[in-house]
């Protein structure tokens, strides 16, 4: 019913900034939420960023100042903008929708890494 498709992934310095695109496609209901997760190596899978239809929107405590996101609905697309790059940013970028409905949605992910 839908796709989520992650891009904008890649291999940065520390302290540099990079933006992560979300799109979803196919059966996408007018209300929704969309989130970002992400998973770093050994680590439980963390939940980023939210942002909803009608203009609700939250962050993790860990990114708080650093990280902001948005959207264009009528495109179904999210951005997370991250700024000041840590290593500790290192990971797998997941997108997620939940629809109206209840129905959850995952994209493969995007790999970011950040070096030192």
């Known amino acids: 019913q839908v796709q989520l498709v992650e891009s904008g992934g890649g291999l940065v310095q520390a302290g540099e900034s990079l933006t992560v695109t979300c799109v979803a496609s196919g059966s996408i209901n007018s209300v929704n939420t969309m989130t970002w997760y992400r998973q770093g190596p050994g680590k439980q899978r963390e939940l980023v960023a939210l942002?909803?239809?009608?203009?609700?929107?939250t962050l993790a405590e860990s990114v708080k100042g650093r990280f902001t996101t948005s959207r264009d609905n009528a495109k179904n697309t999210m951005w997370l903008h991250r700024n000041h790059l840590r290593p500790e940013d290192t990971a797998v970028y997941y997108c997620?929708?939940?629809?109206?409905?209840?129905?959850?949605?995952w994209g493969p992910g995007t790999q970011v890494t950040v070096s030192s």
């Open positions: 997620n929708l939940v629809q109206g409905n209840g129905e959850k949605y």
């Open positions: 942002r909803s239809t009608g203009g609700m929107a």
